[in-house]
């Protein structure tokens, strides 16, 4: 880790995985829209930070639901605060991890017979923003 980093990506883990062929599924023509949800929460314990970065679909619209939380271990410098790390676990390690969730669902559902499902980019930076706008809209801290 150079002096100029507050931190650095050490790894990431596939911690949970489930996929199902959904029976009900009627196919008509057209497109299937797929509205994947996407879920993050991070845990730090000393210069240690291990985020859990989530989607899942569960649409009786579509022909499968599945679930995938990857995990990334991050390791941090003296020089972060600890009220610099919600926004670094946010923005900066969720835009580092979400690449690797988005390869993970793209050959999970090719792997399924189907098309990859390439989860569609995430602006980090604006989400976090907006988490925050409502957070302090309803009084949270």
Do not use: W
């Not at 017979?113 to 930076?125: A, C």
């Amino acid at each position: 880790m150079s002096e100029k980093s507050k931190f650095s990506f050490v790894d990431y883990r596939i911690v949970k995985l489930s996929f199902e062929l959904n029976k009900d599924f009627e196919e008509k023509s057209g497109n299937i829209e797929i509205d994947p949800e996407i879920s993050l929460n991070y845990e730090k314990i000393q210069d240690v930070l291990t985020l859990y970065l989530g989607v899942s679909v569960d649409d009786p619209k579509v022909p499968f639901t599945f679930t995938v939380v990857i995990s990334g271990v991050f390791k941090f410098g003296d020089d972060v605060s600890g009220e610099n790390t919600d926004s670094i676990a946010n923005i900066n390690c969720a835009a580092i991890l979400f690449p690797f969730l988005r390869e993970v669902v793209a050959d999970l559902t090719r792997r399924a017979g189907f098309p990859p499902l390439l989860l569609p980019p995430i602006n980090f930076v604006s989400a976090y923003r907006r988490k925050k706008g409502s957070e302090e809209s309803i009084g949270l801290a």
